[in-house]
């Protein structure tokens, strides 16, 4: 009886060297591959399809990228997702690009599943956290064989897989609508300062280009208009990579806790993702009320923490994200971002929500007698005073 496997496929050198060796080690009869689009670039897209359609038996191509935005992106904008300073690009599509895999495996019948990912890093977990759901073997040819990325690039070669990865330039690239991640090879070296070359979406940030602006119109915590046009969220968040990119906006280079407890060095771009969480968490605070942003603080970080870790399917993500969409109803307004030298930070906003009186607040309104606040100002501090008499 013929074993077939649906592998997740990027059309990348892990993903690419996994279809022979499925074949190869691990004896599968049929190996089928699956390649869901949440923004790739079209060049990449197209050129795994054709690697695709020429290593494995069949081949897939799913275009996931309404959902992305609909239910991943925007849940993660909502709770202000971040992990260490990351934006949770890779970590919050790997769970959608698995499932999509496992609904192509559903309906084929296939036996097992297989990912490209290594033993080191978190993508097995985020892949497995899903794939585990099911009755299906789960393999992963990276891992289990211990491989090294050099031994890979020989493989392929020796293999005639044609792959844009190199020796002297062994970058891992990692691209959605949400973010582009770049790892390995030198950038391995925390001390290494990165060369301009691997960035793709961002400009230098030394260009002296002149300041922009843009104002960002968010209804129940999404955004839905940029500079008051209209528009969904794809179109949405392809302009504003394109605007903020070209300011430098969006460049992180950090050191990062992996689930593991390894610390890997990481380097993302993300223009879009930056001026929108900031506008959004900017917003957040002209409506939400202080009890509710203290609060909102410490559920974003779970919610952000579980999406780090892929764990979408674990009960509290879902409690938490009851509560982010509860408190993202009065989330609505515009937000007016300053774009500059790599910086993005908001210089107006306004909501019909805002927990904000312009007149009671003003230093020229009598709509308050100044007196009344003498009673507060003398309990204001009490138990300290009071512990000065010993």
């Known amino acids: 009886m013929s074993e077939v496997i649906v592998l997740a496929y990027s059309g990348g050198l892990d993903t690419s060297v996994c279809i022979p060796l499925l074949r190869e080690r691990y004896g599968f009869d049929k190996v089928i591959t699956v390649l869901t689009d949440v923004g790739q670039p079209k060049e990449d897209i197209e050129r795994g399809n054709e690697r695709a359609e020429k290593l494995s038996d069949e081949h897939y191509i799913i275009d996931a990228k309404e959902e992305f935005v609909e239910d991943y992106i925007f849940s993660s904008i909502k709770a202000n997702g971040s992990y260490e300073g990351y934006v949770l690009g890779t970590a919050i599509a790997r769970p959608l690009i698995a499932r999509k ?116 119109e968010f209804r129940e915590g999404v955004p839905v208009a940029l500079d008051g046009e209209g528009m969904g969220g794809v179109e949405l968040i392809a302009k504003l990579n394109d605007l903020a990119g070209e300011h430098g906006v969006g460049r992180t280079d950090m050191v990062e806790d992996r689930v593991l407890g390894l610390k890997a060095r990481e380097n993302y771009e993300h223009p879009a993702a930056t001026v929108l969480l900031n506008a959004h968490q900017d917003l957040e605070r002209l409506v939400l009320s202080r009890a509710e942003l203290r609060f909102k603080a410490m559920v974003d970080d779970a919610w952000s923490e579980l999406a780090y870790m892929g764990l979408v399917n674990d009960p509290l993500y879902a409690d938490l994200s009851a509560f982010v969409d509860q408190s993202s109803k009065r989330v609505n307004g515009v937000v007016k971002m300053k774009l500059s030298c790599g910086r993005t930070f908001a210089v107006g906003r306004t909501s019909p929500d805002a927990i904000y009186d312009q007149e009671m607040v003003s230093f020229d309104s009598q709509t308050l007698s100044q007196r009344d606040a003498e009673g507060f100002a003398k309990y204001h501090g009490f138990q300290a005073r009071f512990l000065k008499k010993y």
Request: aromatic share 8%; glycine share 8%.
């Open 101 to 216: 895999t496992v609904e192509i495996a559903r309906k084929l019948g296939a036996d097992a599943l297989g990912h490209g990912c290594t033993g080191r890093g978190n993508d097995q977990l985020r892949f497995e956290a899903i794939f585990r759901a099911t009755d299906m073997r789960v393999v992963a040819p990276m891992r289990d064989l211990d491989l090294s990325r050099e031994w890979e690039i020989d493989y392929a070669r020796d293999h005639g897989i044609n792959v844009p990865v190199t020796k002297e330039k062994p970058w891992s690239i990692d691209e959605n609508l949400w973010s582009r991640s770049i790892e390995g090879g030198l950038l391995e070296d925390p001390f290494y300062e990165p060369p301009e070359e691997i960035y793709a979406w961002t400009k230098s940030p030394e260009r002296g280009l002149a300041p922009a602006k843009v104002e960002i």
